[in-house]
Nanobody, 117 residues
């Protein structure tokens, strides 16, 4: 099983980025998909989650209204659209897949997002 993130980079405050996570090697549609982030010196935190069929999403308070998570169960991808980025959004962003019935989960390698002027 593999999760591969892409789309990170360096942007100025107020700009947007879209992260993508491509999944392979497991039954994507059976997994809740989540984005986490970890800033230097801080614990990894949950940013956003989308249910297996995409009917429900959840966000950290810090990104509510600015970030949007979505998934495509045909292309086996999950996206994180990030708008109105702030310096405090700077972190390595990780894609995570979890099946709450089997407790199996997978992690991507992470992609760096830096918000700075």
């Amino acid at each position: 099983a593999q999760l591969v993130e892409s789309g990170g980079g360096l942007v100025e405050p107020g700009m947007s980025l879209k992260l993508s996570c491509a999944a392979s090697g497991f039954t994507f549609s059976s997994y809740v998909m989540r984005w986490y982030r970890q800033a230097p010196g801080k614990e990894r935190e949950l940013v956003a989650a989308v249910t297996s069929v995409g009917g429900s999403t959840d966000y950290a308070d810090s990104v509510q209204g600015r970030f949007t998570i979505s998934r495509d169960n045909v292309k086996n991808t999950v996206l994180l659209q990030m708008n109105s980025l702030k310096p405090e959004d700077t972190a390595v962003y990780y894609c995570n897949a979890i099946n709450f019935i089997t407790a199996v989960q997978y992690w991507g390698q992470g992609t760096q997002v830096t918000v700075s002027s």
